[in-house]
Each structure stands twice: as C-alpha cells, then as structure tokens.
T-cell receptor, first 116, second 112 residues
Framework: NAGVTQTPKFQVLKTGQSMTLQCAQD?????MSWYRQDPGMGLRLIHY???????DQGEVPNGYNVSRSTTEDFPLRLLSAAPSQTSVYFC???????????????FGSGTQLSVL | QKEVEQDPGPLSVPEGAIVSLNCTYS??????FMWYRQYSRKGPELLMY????GNKEDGRFTAQVDKSSKYISLFIRDSQPSDSATYLC????????????FGKGTKLSVIP
C-alpha cells in the first residue's frame, strides 16, 4: 500500500520555467490538497479538491494551477516559476468529501523545489 | 497576529524527560485540534486529535485543550530519542471549513 506518492523528490528550476508536481494516492480518497512548507511560516494550503472535477483555492493559490481528472491524481502546476516559490511542497489526502473534522490527513514525503 | 502561535524551539531534553509542547490560537471557532509529528525530510503524520475541550491520552502522549484560554498542549512522558522530530499543532473550525490551520512547528531533540 503506497499511500500518497509525490514526484519528483527534488527539483531545481530557473525563473520563468514551468513544471508539474505529481501526486497520486491509492486509498480512494475524495479529498486531496497541496501545501507548501517554508521556514518560519509553517504549512500553508495552496489548493484542494473534494473530488474529480472539483477544485478550490486555499490560503496561497497565486502562481499555481491544479486540476483533478481522476480520484487518484492531483497535479500541481507552476506556470512561470519565481524564486518566492522555493519551498517544500506536500500533497495530502483524506477520506470523505465533508468539511474538515478529525479525519486523518495522509501526507506524501514532499518535493523540495528550488527556483533560481 | 497569526491565528495559531507555536514556539519553534528548538527544544532539547534528556531521554526520559517529560516534554510539554504548546500552541495558542485566536480563532474561537476552532473546534478540532490535532498534533502532527514530522520527521526530518518526511511528511507530517497525525499523532493525536481532540474535539473541543478536554484531555486525550494515547500511550506516552497526552493532548489537552483549554478552549476558554485558547491554549492546547501535547505532553510526552518518558521521552525517547525516537521522539526527536518537529511537532505541528493544527486546528479546524469543523463544519463550514475545508481547511486546517497549522502552527509553525516545534523542533524537539531527545538526547540519549
């Protein structure tokens, strides 16, 4: 049982380049989300999805796009990378479409992104 | 003022010590309170959760919530080197919110 799988683990981009961070889960979870983790800032929600075809913005959505064509996959796209997007990115999923309660969020192991 | 405040540490304790980790918050609508543990270069994993005020115990870990003071705590008894990690508090309003609000995390080192 792989859980939440993120690729790549590390990536270096130049300013202005685009790329897609991949996230896949094999737990049939309806809810998936992307967070970024920066020193001194904690985890901040970028985008989330409550099911295929349904996405919404979190706290820091600017500069990122998402789509959800299948239950399993939730890619995060950086259209034109900026140094401010240097961060560690985590994908997380949980069961249920309902509003957050005590349901456990399962995190991937993260993608460390550097934008030069 | 941030919604959730958490001392980032680092906190260093000898093996066997009792550890107290804390968060304060300003949003009185928060109802669900969680603690996540994050090992270096790994994703966070849920350690404990509590609904509303009260205590919850799981082995060496005890979570406490005092909604009147907007203050939550995580206690670790008989701390072990394997407890060395960053501990993140997280909170949710529950119904009406899809979002968790995280603290910045406290880095704990348990020295053998």
């Amino acid at each position: 049982n792989a859980g939440v799988t993120q690729t790549p683990k590390f990536q270096v981009l130049k300013t202005g380049q685009s790329m897609t961070l991949q996230c896949a889960q094999d737990m049939n979870h309806e809810y998936m989300s992307w967070y970024r983790q920066d020193p001194g800032m904690g985890l901040r929600l970028i985008h989330y999805s409550v099911g295929a075809g349904i996405t919404d913005q979190g706290e820091v959505p600017n500069g990122y796009n998402v789509s959800r064509s299948t239950t399993e996959d939730f890619p995060l796209r950086l259209l034109s990378a900026a140094p401010s997007q240097t961060s560690v990115y985590f994908c997380a999923s949980r069961s249920g479409q309902g509003k957050v309660t005590n349901e456990k969020l399962f995190f991937g192991s993260g993608t460390q992104l550097s934008v030069l | 003022q941030k919604e959730v405040e958490q001392d980032p540490g680092p906190l260093s304790v000898p093996e066997g010590a009792i550890v107290s980790l804390n968060c304060t918050y300003s949003n009185s609508a928060f109802q669900y309170f969680m603690w996540y543990r994050q090992y270096s270069r790994k994703g966070p994993e849920l350690l404990m959760y509590t609904y509303s005020s009260g205590n919850k115990e799981d082995g060496r870990f005890t979570a406490q919530v005092d909604k009147s003071s907007k203050y939550i705590s995580l206690f670790i008894r008989d701390s072990q080197p394997s407890d060395s990690a960053t501990y993140l508090c997280a909170m949710s309003e529950g119904a009406g919110s899809y979002q968790l609000t995280f603290g910045k995390g406290t880095k704990l080192s348990v020295i053998p």
